[in-house]
């Protein structure tokens, strides 16, 4: 098969999944479509071997998505707030990630900031906020 149309058909199929989980994890059905977008599409597995967890000042860390067992263990651990950097954003690994933080007591605190972008100054003024609140 050439090249192109596969991943022509990767890409659509990758999508169509995408939009199948950005629901909520009420069912069966919703949580399998979730963990298959999760664990093969985004990463998930990958996550489970490689956390890149570091603190970065007494009762600050920072790390790469946590899987909900991670958070779990940072919960064990005394953290009481998530700070996701990438914001909203509809996907099920967000949608998890909500979940989990929700189900165990910690807040989550939603913020954009951009990998390939400087960020605004109001940005930079919430997220001082955040750190200092």
Known sequence: MPLKPTLAFFSQWQKSLRKACNR??????????AWVFINL???????KIWANT???SP???RTNQP???????????????????RGYVRTPVY???????????LQMVDLTLRAAEAPNPQ???????LFRA
Do not use: Y
């Open 67 to 85: 899987s909900p067992g991670r958070l779990r263990r940072f919960k064990a651990r005394g953290i009481g707030t998530v700070l996701n950097l």
């Open 54 to 56: 570091h603190q970065i």
């Open 95 to 105: 949608f998890q990630e909500k979940a989990t933080c929700e189900a165990l007591g």
């Open 59 to 61: 009762g600050v860390f």
């Open 24 to 33: 909520d994890f009420s069912t069966p059905e919703n949580r399998r479509r």
């Open 123 to 129: 940005a930079l003024r919430a997220l001082i906020a």
């Open 41 to 47: 599409l985004d990463h998930g597995w990958l996550r």
